[in-house]
């Protein structure tokens, strides 16, 4: 996740000193409850044993997606093997609180599997392995999760076309996209299969590439189910950019899936407005038609358990506060304006 600190508006040192700001706490109904779309969010496998985290993903929730679990990194071993157990228990966890399962993500440039790497001098290997693997992952949660995110983030970060640096590409160039859609099918005829990118909201540039291997996607007769934009962004969102985002991703016709949101304050270089980038992603996406509405996923329960607030991207002076619930799983005023915005 680190490589979109080379994209995110830097940390103003200013902004980051003193004590982090208070938040309102609020009374709201189950956001399930009201949303007329499902909702998800992040989950990692050890979260299903704190029974706080437990209480807010199951009050207000009803979909999640693994955050880690089904990364390549998580299950895939150097000699070609693969340990699921993680993902299993998770899957497992969630299914059996009534939760739905996204998954994510089987194919993503930055964790192209070591045994893959070794062959990229070969195509017609690599070829063959890469379908085994797609159709290893795939298959393996077969009936189990709803849809998939097969290919993650192949649109370079500044949005001057696709990424090439990188194992998949270099075996295969720009048919390992399509490759993976049509072998995630084989594997799993009936989930939904997502194309998944950041940064669109905020880069045009980068969302008209996006949209033009989508429709390139689509011309080849490849099974892309709908895109997925994943909506981390600033506090400072400019108005109206949540909005012709979510249109220009429509004009395809395909379900939307609005990924992985969290909004970050300690990004936002202007005036903090969380409360009203809640709302815009809301209205924006329930002015699609109903059809192309596939869902809202928050990428995390409590501030606490953002990655925004782990490893490289945390910061001690100040941190941050992008997701709907506090530390304590309390409802803070974003959350309230999630509610309006559903609601009104």
Excluded at 20 to 48: R, Y
Excluded at 306 to 321: A, F, I, M, Q
Aim: charged fraction near 25%; aromatic fraction near 8%; charge should be negative.
């Amino acid at each position: 996740m680190n490589r979109r600190a080379l994209i995110a508006a830097p940390l103003a040192l200013a902004a980051c000193s003193g004590p982090p700001v208070a938040e309102a706490q609020v009374d709201i109904p189950p956001l399930k409850s009201v949303a007329p779309f499902p909702l998800g969010v992040a989950a990692m496998t050890e979260q299903f044993d704190d029974s706080a985290w437990g209480e807010v993903v199951g009050t207000h929730f009803d979909r999640v997606t693994p955050e880690w679990e089904m990364k390549a990194e998580a299950f895939a071993r150097e000699d070609g093997t693969y340990d699921f157990s993680r993902a299993d228990r998770l899957v497992g966890r969630a299914t059996g609180r009534g939760l739905s399962v996204f998954g994510h993500t089987i194919v993503w440039y930055t964790q192209a599997p070591a045994f893959l790497q070794r062959l990229t001098g070969d195509r017609r290997a690599f070829e063959e392995a890469y379908g085994r693997y797609v159709r290893t992952v795939a298959g393996r949660y077969r009936g189990r999760v709803v849809a998939w995110d097969v290919v993650n983030e192949p649109v370079l970060d500044d949005g001057q076309g696709y990424r090439t640096r990188h194992a998949f590409h270099e075996a295969l160039g720009i048919d390992y996209v399509r490759l993976a859609f049509e072998h995630a099918r084989e594997a799993d005829p009936a989930a939904v299969l997502f194309l998944n990118d950041y940064n669109l909201e905020q880069l045009p540039k980068k969302r008209r590439d996006f949209l033009r291997l989508a429709e390139s996607l689509l011309k080849a007769g490849a099974p892309l189910g709908g895109l997925g934009t994943q909506t981390h962004v600033p506090a400072d969102l400019p108005v109206g950019a949540m909005d012709e985002t979510l249109r220009d991703l429509a004009s395809l016709g395909l379900p939307i899936h609005v990924s992985e949101v969290d909004i970050s304050a300690n990004r936002a270089r202007g005036r903090h407005e969380p409360e009203r980038v809640a709302a815009e992603i809301v209205d924006a996406f329930q002015g699609l038609p109903e059809r192309l509405r596939w869902g809202v996923t928050i990428w995390g329960a409590r501030h606490g358990d953002s990655w925004l607030n782990r490893g490289e991207e945390k910061n001690p002076l100040r941190p941050d506060r992008p997701l709907l619930f506090d530390d304590q799983g309390r409802p803070t005023s974003t959350a309230a304006a999630f509610v309006r915005a559903l609601t009104t």
